[in-house]
Structures are given as structure tokens and as C-alpha cells.
């Protein structure tokens, strides 16, 4: 992991010391309300999905995991009050050698803890533009309850694409899959997005499901599945135990920026198992961890999917943003009675640029859909570029001949909209 991580580590990932009172409340109102048991509500599974990543985390007991695949997160300072030291220690992160990754937790005779965050090296996992994303992992939550497990964390979660380079939180999008606290056995789904503070997304709380029961997560392994539907107006995330749909977010819910920010790019997975923070400090009412803390209680992970499904080509429908819609635009030409215009060229030998230039209006922003190949679709804000008037974007990794299939996302006069799709071979 780039060492500039550690100090640009978002501040809410996980809800942030100045909500501790508020989780307070919150607890006692979702000991009230939460544990009831959910019912089975409507899936959003695809008909089909295609796997794009699977890991298994086979290998001999003791060792650390493959760094092709994975990066080590260390250090502290993650801005969320979380007191340990993450490593790369096999100590801290580690395969059993029966197939599951082992997070555990230490601490020192000083009293001094470290623990382990690992996240994909690979992070276009995206929704098609008219399809969907699927993220599944089998865990067991830490096997720690009461005054013992004061202060755990453990987490299954992702974070936007865009954060790696900008680190712009929340803005960038992070979904947090499963996370529990204190040993509650319970889990936790959660969208961060928009600003912070506050925002059309409640920063640095988020729009969230609230505590729900878990039962048997602590003792065993159960499913925690994510999955970002693009194939339905408005889009949706919903979030699963075990296959039950027990919370979604429509993008209705915020604008049409904060969610296209947020939702529509690439994703990265992490697993992590912090100590202490605002959030388990929050809910327990107390500092944690305490001298009653139990250390050596791993979270255990059997295997991580990624699926998607594949969409369809957007059509140039406008999404209304509070005002009357205006007719559809007609894609590139030439300016001459165009809305815009748009096109491809040669940069060098394995880099192609894309542009998109508006015909006498100003864009909002600009999003470019792109798939290189046979590779996973990418989507990306574009920027602009004044000495061209371009919206522009630039792709590397082409080979000689390969074929690029493209779209954009715009926004004009408060109003978004989807072109078709166009392709180019590099030369």
C-alpha cells in the first residue's frame, strides 16, 4: 500500500468520535426495534452472473496472503480513533492452512495492540452500465462477546476506485458490507457518500441499516453479499444475509451527482479488524477497548466472489433533476446540430485518449464507460481541459489492434443523460 494512505485514511469508513453520543442513543433505540427477526423481502439477483474474482485463501498454515492479489495496509491513524497498529506480521494476517484467512488481533505486554487490513490489489470491480455487481464473502465474526469483546471491530467492506488517486472521502463512494461491534454478534450495511460533515448523506454516520441480529455469526460462517443494481430506475444496492435482502438504497434517496460519485465506478474490498474507534465506543458507551478486552479472537474469512451481469447499452433517456426534461440529445458528428460531439485518438504505442466535447453548453460533469477487450468495464470522471474544450480521459495498456467499446455519462442543464456506444482500435 502507498505509505500516503495512512495519513489520507477517510475519517468516517466508520462513524468518527463526535457521533459517540448519538450512537448511544441509537443503540438503546435499535435494542428496542432491531432484533426482531427480518423477513425475507424481493431479491435483485441476476438471472446470470459472471465470476471476475474468486479467492479461496488456500495455502499453508502461517503464511501471509498472495501479495499478487492482496496489499497489507499498516500503521495507524485511520481518522476513526481505532487504536491499534495494522502490519503485515503473519502475527496479525494469516492463512490456517484449511482454507480461511485468519485476522487476529494482539496485544502486548505493554498493552499495546496490532492487528491487519488487507484490501484487493484489484479495484474495477464496477456495475455495468444496465447490469450488476455482485460482492460475497463467507466469514466467521470474531468468537468474543461481552466486556470481553469491548472494542472489536471487524469488517468486510469497499471503497471507490477514484479514492486510490484523489482521496476524496466520502464523496468517492465506500459501501461497508458487514461490520459489527463489542461482540455483538449483529451486522451492520452501510453507504458513505456525498460530504462530510453532514451531506445528502448524513456523514459520517451515512445512510445505514442500523444494528440487525446476526445470530450464530460469531460461531460459524454465514454469507455477507453487496450487490449494486444498474439494470433498474433509480439504481439500488442491497445488502444480504445468508441471501436475505434485509436493506437497500435507491439513488432517489440522493442527487444524481452524489450517487453517480459514489456508485457508478470501480470498487476495491477490504477486510480489516480495528480496535477500539467511535464506533464501538459509541454504542458501549465507554472508551474501548478496556483491560477486560480478550486479544488473540480472530475474524476468519472462507472465501470472497466478485460477480457481475452484464447490461445493456444505455439509451439516451434524460433522468429528471427537478426540472422539465429536455428533448434527447443526438450523439457526435460534428457540432453542426449536435448536442456534442466525441471521439478517440492515439496518445503512444499502449495509451488512447477519449474526449467529449459539448456543442455550445457547459457540462456538469462527464463520465466515460469503457471496456478495453475482454477486460472488466471502467467507469471514470473525465476531466476537462480548456485548451481543447475536451472532456478528457486517457487509457493505457492497449496492445496494437485492440478495440476499446465506449459511453458517456453527461450532465446538462441539471439533467443527466446516457449516449450509446462507440467503439475504436488502436493502431
Not at 440529445?329 to 495509451?351: E, K
Request: glycine share 12%.
Amino acid at each position: 500500500m502507498q505509505s500516503n494512505f495512512v495519513s489520507s485514511r477517510p475519517p468516517g469508513r466508520r462513524r468518527t468520535f463526535h457521533i459517540a453520543a448519538l450512537l448511544l442513543i441509537a443503540a438503546l433505540v435499535f435494542a428496542a426495534v432491531s432484533f426482531f427477526p427480518y423477513g425475507k423481502t424481493s431479491s435483485a439477483q441476476a438471472a446470470t452472473w459472471n465470476q471476475v474474482f474468486n479467492e479461496d485463501f488456500n495455502g499453508a498454515a502461517g503464511t501471509g496472503v498472495n501479495t499478487s492479489t492482496w496489499k497489507y495496509d499498516t500503521g495507524t491513524g485511520w481518522g476513526t480513533g481505532e487504536i491499534e497498529n495494522m502490519t503485515n506480521s503473519t502475527s496479525n494476517v494469516s492463512l490456517d492452512g484449511s482454507g480461511h484467512l485468519a485476522i487476529t488481533p494482539r496485544r502486548d505486554g505493554s498493552g499495546n495492540w496490532t492487528s491487519g487490513r488487507i484490501e484487493t490489489v484489484q479495484d474495477n470491480f464496477a456495475a455495468p452500465a444496465g447490469g450488476q455487481l455482485k460482492i460475497t464473502a463467507s466469514l466467521q465474526q470474531p468468537n468474543v462477546s461481552g466486556s470481553a469483546a469491548l472494542g472489536y471491530w471487524p469488517a468486510f467492506w469497499t471503497l471507490g476506485t477514484p479514492y486510490r488517486t484523489d482521496h476524496n472521502w466520502p464523496h468517492d463512494g465506500e459501501i461497508d458490507i458487514m461490520e459489527d461491534v463489542n461482540g455483538l454478534s449483529s451486522v451492520y450495511g452501510t453507504l458513505h457518500c456525498g460530504v462530510s460533515p453532514g451531506g445528502p448523506c448524513n456523514e459520517t454516520t451515512g445512510i445505514g441499516s442500523g444494528q440487525r441480529a446476526c445470530s450464530g455469526c460469531q460461531t460459524g460462517y454465514h454469507t455477507y453479499t453487496e450487490i449494486i443494481d444498474r439494470s433498474v430506475s433509480p439504481e439500488q444496492i442491497h445488502w444480504y444475509l445468508d441471501g436475505v435482502n434485509y436493506f437497500t438504497v435507491s439513488a432517489s434517496q440522493v442527487d444524481a451527482t452524489t450517487w453517480s460519485s459514489a456508485v457508478d465506478h470501480g470498487f476495491f474490498i477490504i477486510f480489516d479488524l480495528a480496535i477500539g474507534g467511535g464506533f464501538p465506543n459509541g454504542v458501549s458507551g465507554t472508551n474501548t477497548p478496556t483491560s477486560a478486552t480478550q486479544p488473540n479472537v480472530p475474524m476468519l474469512v472462507d472465501n470472497v466472489q466478485v460477480y457481475t451481469s452484464n447490461g445493456t447499452a444505455p439509451t439516451p433517456t434524460p433522468t429528471p433533476v427537478g426540472s422539465t426534461p429536455t428533448p434527447t440529445p443526438t450523439p457526435s458528428g460534428g457540432c453542426t446540430g449536435s448536442t456534442f460531439t466525441q471521439g478517440a485518438q492515439s496518445v503512444n504505442s499502449s495509451t488512447g485518449l477519449l474526449w467529449f466535447q459539448p456543442c455550445s453548453w457547459t457540462a456538469g460533469y462527464v463520465i466515460v464507460h469503457y471496456i478495453v477487450g475482454s477486460n472488466t468495464q471502467q467507469n471514470v470522471y473525465m476531466s476537462y481541459n480548456s485548451g481543447t474544450g475536451h472532456w478528457e480521459y486517457s487509457v493505457g495498456g492497449f496492445s496494437a489492434g485492440q478495440t476499446v467499446k465506449y459511453s458517456f455519462t453527461y450532465q446538462k442543464s441539471g439533467l443527466q443523460y446516457d449516449t450509446g456506444w462507440y467503439t475504436w482500435t488502436h493502431p
